[in-house]
């Protein structure tokens, strides 16, 4: 006799340790009703059908953007806050002068009285979510508990979020606690608190990206890379790409760039028609996790499922992938409207926006009219380029991790480190121009080693020491490289075409990696001969291309007094060996 099939458990009764956090939050912030993430295709849509009834989503125009909608976010709260951004270790010192910090108790306490009666009338969403493949090794779990539907339907984007998370959180017994609240929007009931040595996030005040998505930088990152340090890998602000050759040999790249320094650009290109017989597979577009293997690599995993990605610029010409991927399932976030309900932004071709960004008539006189910080969210699977390494439990062998960053001067097109310990002083040195995706000015040039400078949990001088140590243990460590793609002339124009166009700078990487490429010593580090880059195809002047391989010495002798300034900042625990490359590269420069 066939027995009927018993109903699943409830998920508020699968892992106690979670449905007691849930409840104790729920005695604190009140909320009207609670509801469990299944991560379920008919949860998103409810939520969406919720958002869009309550007016919070906008349904774009289906005949063009089927499936798509628009979240208008308060214009006050559209960016990363990182002076609002704390990182909250028992000792100050190993927060690190790159952290804003707060003793624990302390912030707790705070954090407690802006949560207390928080969701009254609101609904409470229990997120647990897994960073990386579910099977995998090296994959962390965590759960959010948020009053946000638009911050719920994100997350079921970003993270492989639902039952399944949930079920592994009940075997490991483990999970990070990120609670978070949008309170008022006001900016001075604002905080982003994270407390590593309790594998906890407290978020109040903000419903934007990279504040309220805690699975992203809050955990992926700084809570991350503090585990990570102690469990003997790297949690990094990368991209990771797959390039097939006409060889057919696949390297796999990892590259960190600041904030809207072109990860997604990168980690989706389009090889240019000149450079026929290449393919490229998207694995990640902005964390990436890295373990030593056995073999002596390094290797990678995307903890994400989706991207959370710059609108502005985005167009056929300039990235045609995401321009494929973001015209169905995707939600805008700040993008403005046509008078058909078709999504805006600056750097399209065509279509004229009639709506900006904040939802008023577009009057160019009050700036651009989608935000310059505009976000799409999209299942990565929607990307034409995704690999199909997204889901490997293993993750796929480094050959190259490649450091950039914006700098109208001074940093040529592309160089090389003489080995892994010169890396980690160009990942330290690094500097870029400030964008859009945190609050602040844009356009000033400020340290962010690693591109990490937001999001590091710990003390940086720690970091460096760690990175040194990982490099050690492998047998077969990727090569270093640091680009930029944004030289600029004197009328502000790009010397460098950027966008797939880059595949010729990685190509020359993969011809070192197979050691088929030389390279010049350029001082600061090895560089192509303008020959070793393949220009065919490409209309650029030869002293241009030589401008940009270029390196101007005595503006590079100042900018390692600089850097030699700033690591002096971190004092006695800054590791020797990091000041003996500094002196190695102040040597090579005083020739
Ligand atoms: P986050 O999501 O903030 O971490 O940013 P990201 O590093 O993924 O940056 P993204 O690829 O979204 O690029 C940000 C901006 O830089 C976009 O407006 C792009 O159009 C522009 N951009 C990306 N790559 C290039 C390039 O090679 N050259 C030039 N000139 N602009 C680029
Ligand atoms: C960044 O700012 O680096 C982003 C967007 O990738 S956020 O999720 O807000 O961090
Ligand atoms: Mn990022």
């Known amino acids: 006799m066939a027995t009927a099939s018993p109903l699943p458990m409830p998920m508020s009764q699968l892992c106690r340790a979670v449905t007691e956090w849930v409840e104790s939050v729920r005695a604190l912030t009140q909320p009207a009703e609670v509801q469990w993430c299944e991560g379920s295709a008919a949860e998103r849509d409810g939520l969406i059908a919720r958002l869009v009834r309550e007016g919070q989503l906008l349904r774009l125009n289906p005949r063009h953007f089927p499936n798509c909608h628009l979240y208008r976010s308060d214009p006050g709260d559209v960016a990363r806050v990182e002076h609002l951004t704390y990182v909250c270790t028992r000792s100050k010192a190993d927060a690190g002068p790159n952290n804003n910090w707060l003793d624990p108790q302390a912030a707790h306490a705070k954090m407690r009285e802006l949560f207390r009666g928080a969701m009254r009338s609101r609904t409470l969403y229990v997120i647990p979510y897994c960073m990386g493949p579910l099977d995998s090794p090296f994959a962390r779990c965590g759960v959010e508990i948020t009053d946000s539907a638009y911050v719920a339907l994100n997350m079921l984007i970003m993270t492989r979020a639902g039952r399944a998370a949930l079920e592994r959180i009940e075997r490991e017994r483990t999970f990070v606690r990120g609670l978070h609240s949008v309170g008022e929007l006001d900016p001075e009931r604002r905080f982003i608190m994270h407390y590593p040595e309790e594998l906890a996030i407290e978020s109040f005040g903000s419903g934007y990206g990279g504040n309220a998505l805690l699975g992203k930088k809050c955990h992926a990152l700084r809570i991350a890379s503090w585990q990570a340090r102690a469990e003997g890998w790297l949690a990094e602000h990368m991209l ?318 100042q900018e390692l007094a600089e850097t030699r300034a700033y690591l002096g900042q971190y004092g006695e625990r800054l590791p020797q060996e990091l000041l003996h490359e500094l002196d190695r590269s102040a040597a090579a420069l005083a020739r």
């Open 240 to 557: 990771i790409v797959g390039l097939r050759n006409r060889r057919g040999e696949t390297h796999y790249l990892a590259a960190a760039f600041p904030s809207a320094c072109g990860k997604t650009n990168l980690a989706m290109l389009i090889p240019p028609d000149s450079l026929p017989g290449w393919e490229v597979f998207t694995v990640g577009d902005d964390i990436a996790w890295l373990h030593p293997g056995a073999d002596g690599r390094l290797w990678a995993i995307n903890p994400e499922a989706g991207y959370f990605g710059v609108v502005p610029g985005t167009n056929r010409r300039t990235n045609r992938n995401a321009f494929e991927m973001i015209r169905r399932d995707t939600l805008f976030t700040n993008v403005a409207l046509t008078a058909d309900a078709q999504p805006w932004w600056e750097g399209l071709p065509a279509g004229t926006p009639q709506t900006d960004w904040r939802g008023r008539p577009y009057d160019p006189a009050r700036g651009p009219a989608a935000h310059p910080n505009s976000r799409f969210t999209v299942d990565a699977r929607r990307n034409p380029a995704c690999s199909p390494q997204l889901n490997d439990p293993h993750g796929v062998p480094l050959s190259a991790i490649i450091f950039g960053g914006r700098r109208r001067e001074l940093a040529p097109l592309v160089y090389e480190a003489r080995d892994w310990a010169h890396g980690v002083l160009v990942g330290a040195s690094m500097a870029s121009q400030s964008t859009a995706a945190a609050t602040g000015e844009v356009g000033v040039i400020r340290r962010d080693p690693m591109a990490m400078q937001p999001f590091c949990g710990y003390n940086f001088a720690d970091y460096w020491r760690h990175w040194l140590e990982v490099g050690a243990r492998l047998r077969q460590p990727p090569r270093i490289f640091h680009v930029n793609w944004f030289r600029q002339d004197s009328q502000g124009r790009f010397l460098w075409p950027g966008f797939g166009e880059n595949l010729r700078v990685l190509a020359w990487m993969i011809e070192r990696c197979a050691g088929r490429a030389d390279a010049r010593d350029g001082r600061i580090g090895l560089l192509p001969h303008p020959a070793g880059i393949d220009t065919r195809g490409l209309s650029l002047e030869p002293e241009t291309l030589r401008a940009l391989l270029a390196v101007d010495v005595p503006l590079w002798r």
